[in-house]
Nanobody
Framework: QVQLVESGGGLVQPGGSLRLSCAAS????????MGWYRQAPGKQREFVAT???????NYADSVKGRFTVSRDTAKNTVYLQMNSLKVEDTAVYYC????????WGQGTQVTVSS
């Protein structure tokens, strides 16, 4: 069983920045793909960004150029640097890991508001 724990969410003003972390209970080198998804109230969970063991990254068009996903294998942690935040970025952000199974974290709340 793989445990994923998100942290770093909070309340920021539009244009601000946050850095989310996803800590894994195993070496992330053993996780083929890790990613971030988000879900706003009343909406479906949507893809945000992914990163592979080879550091290949993909981003949703809505966050491209503003968000950056990265990983630190020594800390078993994946990050999501969120810059130029918009009100529409408000959501619960979930970490996802893919091996032979799919694992989800519990989520961390990001609220962008004046």
């Amino acid at each position: 069983q793989v445990q994923l724990v998100e942290s770093g969410g909070g309340l920021v003003q539009p244009g601000g920045s946050l850095r989310l972390s996803c800590a894994a209970s195993i070496s992330i080198s053993r996780i083929y793909t890790m990613g971030w998804y988000r879900q706003a109230p009343g909406k479906q969970r949507e893809f945000v960004a992914t990163i592979t063991t080879g550091d290949t990254t993909n981003y949703a068009d809505s966050v491209k150029g503003r968000f950056t996903v990265s990983r630190d294998t020594a800390k078993n942690t994946v990050y999501l640097q969120m810059n130029s935040l918009k009100v529409e970025d408000t959501a619960v952000y979930y970490c996802k890991g893919l091996t032979g199974r799919i694992y989800w974290g519990q989520g961390t709340q990001v609220t962008v508001s004046s």
